[in-house]
């Protein structure tokens, strides 16, 4: 028997086309590994055995007939629960939201049912995306399958956990300021945050409008770049939306992957090194610039000497469209209603502040009035009016830097995995999680997080980032996927080869033995 | 130049929760508001970072007013928008009385 769960998606599709198996014995594959392993992973918020299995069979029934829905028809995808799933609970990881069940699909989930991917389930995250280790989910925080005693990132980092636990082949997950590329990290797998506008918001709750973007949580660059595919592309249902073509991402994967990136200009920012950057971070980040040197690359170092105040610009702008979007959250259409303690017939605006004090996490808290304190009158200007101010000049750095170099280069996390507990009452120490990833958010332009190997301190994985201009989306995977070839070459297989054996988890204790 | 304070009182905090309707108890406002005075501190070099005349981004890509053709096309019924909701009646989302409050 094939050991299924471990292959990639690209090859999931091709064994499908073969008829060497089905969607359903796939999809059942991976509801077994899910019932092996999430105990003490907890990737999954909820499954859809049901569901998914349903999909399964309607996919083999359109092969038997001769008409796949897509290439990747019957390869089963697990989606994070910020994206509404008709029919399927989605929760955003936050009680406030608990049990709701969506009556519409969001754009991206009815592109994965279109494209005939089953469902398997919805995975874990920070509450309404606010993190970056998935411990401010109201549900229970998420283990890293590296070692279950540590963070998978955040804040998709069920998605992350998910793929890297061979739970699921794929995975979507949203980006607002590195909660797809910084799970990749930490968990050595491959993330993608598409260009803004390149892969539709709708139905997907928002937390900063002019931020967020979905994309693929996947083990290899081809992998993502077929989700790519299937997920991106213009929706007349988002304003936002780029009515353009997203280019041919899996032909520059197969461009990259020939080793070769001769005539091409990598930029390594200044500013993303030196204190606070874990050392194992750094020396496999050179050693992946002396791969691509020798792989033809001429590596330069570029200064965006902006990026310095991107953290700070973020958490002025980040907190007050989430305060604004968070606004929604009522008690009187859907979700939670709280009637206060000790109130006979209670206000609907009363009943509305017991809500959002029962159903809110503190860090959906503290954002919530941080943003109500950047947008009230008498500071707006000194915070929020400046941090607009400086997103232009990040995204002035951006274009400049790309006057010189074809794409731009850096570490996608300061550190590797760190401890379960370490940071959950330390936001700025949590928010410097996302010090690399957040520059690519604020300008819009795509990035993708490439395992490149273990730290030597902790046995860790890192991941490397690579950023270029907007809609020039195939040059990270042309790269990204240079990268992941050059790397494979070296350690014989893919980096979750390395990882701790999952089959041999003590279930007692959830620790592999 | 604006007052920018370098710090936020318990008792702003307690102001602000109040405009984003969220009922604070004692315990979670000594929590919360040490720590956003010292995330508020962080945020303040911003202040400093931008010349006048640095036009503001709202949003990464230029975007003009986006149309669309006027068409029917199909929503939600009644019943799925009335789905989530914490109480209805009648094919109307029902809620506590909004009239009254002293505020």
Redesign the interface.
């Known amino acids: 028997m094939n050991d299924w769960i471990r292959t990639t998606a690209a090859e999931l599709a091709d064994a499908l086309t073969a008829g060497e198996t089905t969607s359903v014995e796939l999809t059942q594959a991976h509801l077994d590994r899910i019932a092996a392993v999430d105990g003490p992973v907890h990737a999954f918020l909820h499954v859809d055995t049901e569901g998914a299995l349903a999909q399964a069979r309607a996919a083999d029934g359109r092969r038997a007939a001769g008409n796949t829905a897509s290439v990747l028809d019957g390869v089963p995808i697990a989606v994070k629960d910020v994206l509404a799933t008709k029919g399927v609970p989605t929760t955003c990881g936050s009680r406030i939201l608990e049990g709701w069940v969506p009556p519409y699909d969001a754009t991206v989930v009815a592109r994965l049912r279109k494209a005939g991917l089953p469902i398997l389930g919805k995975t874990n995250m920070d509450e309404f995306a606010m993190g970056s280790s998935t411990e401010h989910s109201a549900y229970g925080t998420t283990h890293n399958p590296w070692d279950l005693d540590r963070i998978p990132g955040g804040s998709g980092g069920g998605s992350a956990a998910a793929v890297a636990a061979f739970e699921a082949p794929l995975a979507v997950g949203t980006d607002t300021g590195g909660s797809i590329r910084q799970p990749g990290a930490v968990t050595g797998t491959v993330g993608v945050k598409p260009t803004y506008g390149g892969v539709s918001r709708y139905g997907l709750v928002a937390l900063a409008n002019s931020l967020d973007q979905a994309g693929p949580v996947t083990r290899t660059v081809l992998d993502a770049a077929l989700l790519h595919e299937v997920i991106g592309g213009h929706d007349p249902l988002d304003s936002t939306s780029i009515d353009q073509p997203i280019g041919n991402l899996v032909e520059a994967v197969k461009q990259g992957s020939s080793g070769d990136l001769s005539g091409v200009r990598v930029g390594v920012i200044t500013e993303m090194s030196g204190e606070g950057w874990q050392a194992g971070v750094l020396a496999r980040f050179q050693d992946s610039l002396d791969l691509l040197t020798k792989a033809g690359a001429e590596v330069v170092e570029v200064s965006c000497p902006t990026f310095v105040h991107a953290l700070a610009t973020y958490y002025l702008i980040l907190p007050a469209e989430a305060s604004s979007n968070l606004a929604r959250f009522d008690a009187m259409r859907y979700g939670l209603r709280v009637l206060p303690d000790g109130v006979a017939e209670p206000s609907a605006e009363e009943v509305m502040r017991a809500t959002r004090d029962a159903g809110f996490g503190p860090e959906v808290k503290r954002r919530i009035i941080l943003g109500t304190y950047a947008l009230s009158s008498g500071y707006y200007d000194a915070y929020y009016g400046q941090a607009q101010k400086v997103r232009t000049l990040i995204s002035r750095d951006f274009a400049s830097a790309f006057e010189q170099v074809d794409v731009l280069v850096s570490p996608t996390a300061p550190t590797t995995a760190f401890p379960i507990g370490e940071k959950v009452d330390d936001p700025l120490a949590m928010y410097l999680n996302d010090l690399a990833t957040i520059p690519a958010n604020l300008a819009g332009v795509p990035g993708i997080s490439v395992p490149n190997g273990l730290a030597d301190e902790d046995g860790l994985p890192s991941g490397f980032q690579v950023l270029a201009p907007a809609l020039a989306d195939d040059r990270v995977y042309r790269v990204g996927a240079a990268l992941e070839s050059l790397l494979a070459q070296e350690w014989g297989g893919s980096l979750l080869d390395q990882a701790p054996d999952l089959d041999r988890l003590d279930h007692r204790t959830g620790v592999a033995k | 130049?604006?007052?920018?304070p370098d710090t936020?009182s318990r008792e702003?905090?307690r102001h602000?929760?109040d405009?984003?309707?969220?009922?604070?108890?004692d315990e979670?406002l000594d929590?919360?508001a040490p720590?956003?005075a010292?995330?508020?501190d962080?945020?303040?070099?911003?202040?400093e970072?931008?010349a006048g005349d640095?036009?503001?981004?709202?949003?990464?890509?230029p975007?003009t007013n986006?149309f669309?053709e006027d068409v029917v096309r199909p929503g939600?019924t009644a019943e799925?928008?009335l789905?989530?909701?914490?109480?209805k009646e009648q094919q109307r989302?029902k809620?506590?009385?909004?009239l009254?409050?002293e505020?």
């Open positions: 130049m604006p007052d920018t936020v702003e905090v602000l929760a405009l984003a309707r969220i009922e604070l108890s979670e929590h919360l720590q956003l010292v995330i508020i962080s945020v303040a070099s911003i202040n970072v931008a640095i036009p503001p981004t709202s949003h990464p890509l975007l986006v669309r939600l799925e928008a789905s989530g909701a914490p109480e989302f809620v506590p009385r909004i009254g409050d505020q």
